[in-house]
């Protein structure tokens, strides 16, 4: 969890002004952490606004990069061509 915090909070600090989205891929076995712990608990812990896709479970394997290509763009965001793996 502190692993995925620090990630994620260097990612939101170079991204600087630009929108951000954080794509946070859970692997399987997680999903029960994931679910009750969930990735916006980590933005708000930094105190910044960070829009967070949350994939569903049948993404974790092979995600279609695509439809997360899309949807930041529909949602007029900057894509950071990162994942961020749930430990």
């Known amino acids: 969890m502190r692993r995925v915090a620090f990630v994620i909070k260097t990612l939101v600090e170079e991204a600087g ?14 999903i029960a952490a994931y679910k009750t712990q969930g990735p ?4 708000e812990a930094f105190g910044t606004v960070v829009p967070v896709i949350d994939l569903l ?8 990069p ?8 529909r949602r007029g965001g900057h894509w950071l061509t990162r994942w961020v793996l749930w430990p």
């Open 17 to 30: 002004d630009v929108p951000v989205f954080l794509v946070l891929l859970p692997r399987l076995s997680d």
């Open 40 to 43: 916006s608990k980590l933005a």
């Open 66 to 73: 695509s439809v997360l290509f899309n949807e930041c763009d």
């Open 57 to 64: 479970p049948s993404f974790a394997k092979a995600p279609d």
